[in-house]
T-cell receptor, first 109, second 113 residues
Framework: QKEVEQNSGPLSVPEGAIASLNCTYS??????FFWYRQYSGKSPELIMF????GDKEDGRFTAQLNKASQYVSLLIRDSQPSDSATYLC?????????FGKGTRLHILP | KAGVTQTPRYLIKTRGQQVTLSCSPI?????VSWYQQTPGQGLQFLFE???????NKGNFPGRFSGRQFSNSRSEMNVSTLELGDSALYLC????????????FGQGTRLTVV
């Protein structure tokens, strides 16, 4: 059974601090990795994707991939109240994509 | 560039009825995937269509069906609605197959009474 695991949270982080979100996956054949942000009552929005080991930075967001350890993480620097949302990790395995259940992030003003 | 468009946005149906939801993907995208999202279950994969063919299917009963047209627009149909079908139905489009970058529509909020 292919799985993507995330801590459901809520993860509370003070405004201005770094928020660190983690995700592990079970299938070593996984090839593509995505982070989605979903505000309450809204649809998921793609914010980062990564295909190779290492770090990928985009503004305040950094995605980190470690295929040997089978985890992918998302760092949000200088966290803002507007970052409060549920973050979904998704993993592409062969021709499918599998979503985790998401981590609720709460930025404390 | 227009995003993914889902219609209708909101729908209220009675148990036993059927419903059809529509999804227009981003221009040039050939893959359309459908998901059901409920508060307790997260995103549940329904099916993926690529080039008018169903390529993947999730663990949902046969009451849930779909199709894709030659212009990549997709429809999802649910027959004999049950109360438990109340959910947010999301469509996502991808340029290639499902495991590439996918972009979601606004969703259709279905309430079954």
């Amino acid at each position: 059974q292919k799985e993507v695991e995330q801590n459901s949270g809520p993860l509370s982080v003070p405004e201005g601090a770094i928020a660190s979100l983690n995700c592990t996956y079970s299938d070593r054949g996984s090839q593509s990795f995505f982070w989605y942000r979903q505000y309450s009552g809204k649809s998921p929005e793609l914010i980062m994707f990564i295909y190779s080991n290492g770090d990928k930075e985009d503004g305040r967001f950094t995605a980190q991939l470690n295929k040997a350890s089978q985890y992918v993480s998302l760092l949000i620097r200088d966290s803002q109240p507007s970052d409060s949302a549920t973050y979904l990790c998704a993993v592409g395995v062969y021709d499918k994509i599998i979503f985790g259940k998401g981590t609720r992030l709460h930025i404390l003003p | 560039k227009a995003g993914v468009t889902q219609t209708p946005r909101y729908l209220i149906k009675t148990r036993g009825q059927q419903v059809t939801l529509s999804c227009s993907p981003i221009s040039g995208h050939r893959s359309v995937s459908w998901y059901q999202q409920t508060p307790g279950q997260g995103l549940q994969f329904l099916f993926e269509y690529f080039s008018e063919t169903q390529r993947n299917k999730g663990n949902f009963p046969g009451r849930f069906s779909g199709r894709q047209f030659s212009n990549s627009r997709s429809e999802m149909n649910v027959s004999t609605l049950e109360l438990g079908d109340s959910a947010l139905y999301l469509c996502a489009s991808s340029l290639a197959r499902q495991n590439t970058e996918a972009f979601f529509g606004q969703g259709t909020r279905l309430t079954v009474v």
